[in-house]
């Protein structure tokens, strides 16, 4: 039998999207440090912390990568593989299982054995924003109709698209630009490129927690306007 939702409430769907694609961009990630992590081969590690890039690799891109990542597995090419093994199934999960019951403590359990085995540091903050977005896929999100006033909840419904636009475009930039050194007129000014990777962090934290709002406050919004065509179409009956 298929797993059954974890309550009796519709799926939120704006949710669904937003926990989806944040699934996938973890996933990408974990799969990038790992491949990276892969191409040093059958060598030790220095030790638990490490980095797939920089100076005193025998594989670097640009003398300020670095890639940093925490690993229990001190081999260069087992992390890597477990890394890029765990970002694809971060993929499938959120594509196809994460909405059902248990499926965000699955993913919760991927993504910190990902983070244990070279998946990359900087992904613990995102995926625990996810997993707990996750949880809300199938929940009343009462709690979130009682905080937020009715006139925020109007605005913040129409941006949980444009937020995740945004979000995953600067999400990719800022792997394209740890992981190749090259962004658009700075292609040869690897300070400037590491000082643009670092304040990517604001908009990219920001970005998921907009979407995430948004996308609860547009769920509530179509449960209402749900409601309220139900009640106008039982009136017509009437």
């Not at 940093?68 to 959120?94: C, E, K, Y």
Request: glycine share 8%; proline share 6%; with cysteine.
């Amino acid at each position: 039998m298929p797993a059954q939702p974890q309550s009796s409430w519709p799926e939120n769907r704006a949710t669904r999207v937003v926990v989806f694609t944040l699934g996938v961009l973890l996933g990408l990630s974990s799969i990038n440090h790992g491949v990276l992590e892969m191409l040093h081969g059958n060598t030790a590690t220095p030790g638990s912390f490490i980095k797939a890039l920089g100076p005193g690799y025998s594989w670097s891109l640009w003398v300020h990568g670095g890639e940093p990542a925490f690993t229990l597995v001190h081999n260069f090419l087992l992390t890597g593989t477990l890394a890029t093994a765990l970002g694809i199934l971060l993929i499938v999960w959120s594509s196809r299982f994460i909405a059902r019951r248990f499926g965000p403590t699955v993913f919760l359990l991927l993504s910190i054995a990902s983070f244990l085995t070279g998946g990359g540091q900087a992904q613990v903050l995102l995926f625990t924003l996810n997993w707990a977005a996750a949880t809300r896929t199938h929940a009343s999100l009462r709690f979130w109709r009682w905080l937020l006033p009715t006139l925020l909840l109007r605005v913040l419904a129409p941006l949980w698209r444009p937020a995740l636009i945004v979000e995953t475009v600067v999400f990719l930039t800022a792997l394209e630009i740890a992981t190749f050194g090259y962004f658009p007129w700075l292609p040869h000014d690897p300070a400037a490129l590491t000082h643009i990777l670092w304040r990517l962090a604001i908009p990219i934290i920001g970005c998921v927690l907009l979407a995430i709002l948004a996308a609860f406050a547009h769920d509530l919004e179509a449960r209402a306007t749900g409601r309220r065509t139900a009640v106008c179409a039982g009136a017509g009956e009437a």
